[in-house]
């Protein structure tokens, strides 16, 4: 055979091998909670097989908490995390480079015994309840500046137990609590199990000027690296949007990813899955940015400094636009 002959044959030959043969998937690496929601999302991913067709290949990288995971973003061990806007805009106020994009609006609640005699918000005066997160937590600030409007400072008038969220449901659920405010998945168990929601943070935001559900946490990266990585990311976001319209969707799905849940019953389950969907981001960018806008506002002003640090206002760049349309 003639050498022309053979290099006709090899051109023929790597023509026919499959794709993936000659050009590897790109990697994105997340840094995930195992007990998160988008532990969740990845599951449907890749049971659904979108990284693949997507030809992406999505590394998680486990961890215990959301400060692992900004430890490993900055250390480049992660390209991605879920983290809130406020953060971002901190860390670019003091010179990082992040950007954040819309992941969920599902917020935590004020839940109360389904027998309980407080009724409103004003009632939680002088009872005794129970906060997850901390003194800084956004939905905390948020309801301490929703009853400062009622002339109720609930801060020192009511007594204030602040914890982690699963010992606080406990103490809550054993009626050592009056009430408890408390992330939107603990809330959603308890509601399985008879509780009552008071109030829910996102119906705490329209009188401060927000005009819809406002996505607290989302995607965060790097600009730099996203700016190096465009078509990557587009992609995706691409797929989690996909995931989250395969659970907004399929109650089939939800019935794969309930060991993940920690769901004790087809009831929790429920509730986690009817609470996820209401979360899912439907809104352009432009809106969310928007109203973070003014509840920067709203939360600056309560936690000052230490909440979100020199800036008075939201930082420039916080929000990642995916494109033109955002």
Request: net charge neutral.
């Amino acid at each position: 055979m003639t050498q022309i002959g053979r290099l006709l044959m090899a051109i023929v030959a790597c023509a026919l091998l499959p794709v993936t043969a000659c050009c590897a998937a790109e990697t994105v690496k997340v840094a995930v909670q195992k007990t998160g929601t988008f532990a969740w999302e990845l599951a449907v991913i890749r049971a659904r097989q979108l990284d693949k067709q997507a030809d992406i290949a999505i590394d998680a990288v486990e961890l215990a908490s959301p400060e692992a995971g900004k430890i490993a973003l900055r250390a480049g061990n992660a390209d991605i995390m879920v983290s809130d806007w406020l953060w971002v805009s901190r860390e670019r106020a003091l010179g990082a480079k992040l950007t954040f994009y819309p992941y969920s609006s599902a917020l935590g609640a004020v839940m109360v015994p389904a027998t309980s005699p407080i009724k409103t918000l004003a009632d939680l005066k002088g009872r005794k309840l129970a906060v997850a997160g901390g003194p800084l937590d956004k939905s905390w600030l948020l309801l301490q500046a929703t009853l400062k409007r009622d002339g109720v400072d609930l801060k020192s008038q009511a007594t204030i137990t602040y914890g982690a969220p699963p010992l606080l449901a406990a103490k809550l659920a054993d009626g050592e609590m009056d009430a408890g405010l408390n992330y939107w998945n603990f809330c959603a168990a308890l509601e399985a199990k008879g509780f009552r929601r008071l109030a829910g943070i996102e119906d705490l935001l329209p009188p401060f000027g927000a005009k819809g559900r406002t996505a607290m946490i989302g995607y965060v990266f790097d600009e730099d690296w996203a700016a190096k990585h465009r078509d990557l990311v587009a992609r995706f976001l691409t797929v989690t949007a996909k995931a989250k319209e395969i659970l907004a969707t399929s109650d089939a799905d939800w019935q794969t990813i309930a060991p993940l849940t920690g769901a004790q019953d087809d009831a929790t389950l429920r509730a986690y899955r009817d609470r996820y969907r209401e979360g899912i981001p439907r809104r352009p960018v432009a809106e969310e940015e928007a109203d973070a806008r003014v509840l920067y506002g709203v939360l600056a002003s309560i936690g000052g400094r230490d909440l979100v640090g020199p800036a008075a206002e939201l930082s420039p760049g916080t929000y990642y636009r995916a494109d033109a349309r955002d």
